[in-house]
């Protein structure tokens, strides 16, 4: 018998799809909060040009509190 996930396990796991697409110098561009979840776009701008765009949907309560606190610190440095 399978086990559900654990709820940190979770975040973990979203947390890293976050940081990948950071890494790969995507940035949050637009959040769609939902009953099913936060749908989070994000898009790579190189020379005020979007490149690429990806959208992911974040369940997680923890990771919602994650990509606010990236999309706060953003803001701090502009």
């Given amino acids: 018998m399978e086990r559900p996930m654990s709820h940190h396990k979770?975040?973990?796991?979203?947390?890293e799809?976050?940081?990948n697409l950071y890494n790969k110098g995507?940035?949050?561009?637009?959040v769609?909060?939902?009953?099913?979840?936060?749908f989070v776009e994000f898009s790579r701008?190189?020379?005020?040009k979007?490149?690429?765009k990806e959208e992911l949907q974040f369940l997680n309560p923890d990771t919602r509190?994650?990509?606010?606190?990236?999309?706060?610190?953003?803001?701090k440095a502009e």
């Avoid at 979770?10 to 947390?15: I, M, R, T």
């Avoid at 509190?65 to 803001?75: D, W």
């Fill in 17 to 19: 799809k976050i940081d």
């Fill in 10 to 15: 979770e975040f973990l796991l979203e947390k």
């Fill in 45 to 48: 701008v190189i020379e005020k």
């Fill in 65 to 75: 509190i994650y990509f606010s606190t990236l999309i706060r610190a953003e803001q």
């Fill in 26 to 30: 995507y940035r949050i561009t637009a």
């Fill in 50 to 52: 979007i490149l690429e």
């Fill in 32 to 38: 769609n909060e939902t009953l099913s979840g936060a």
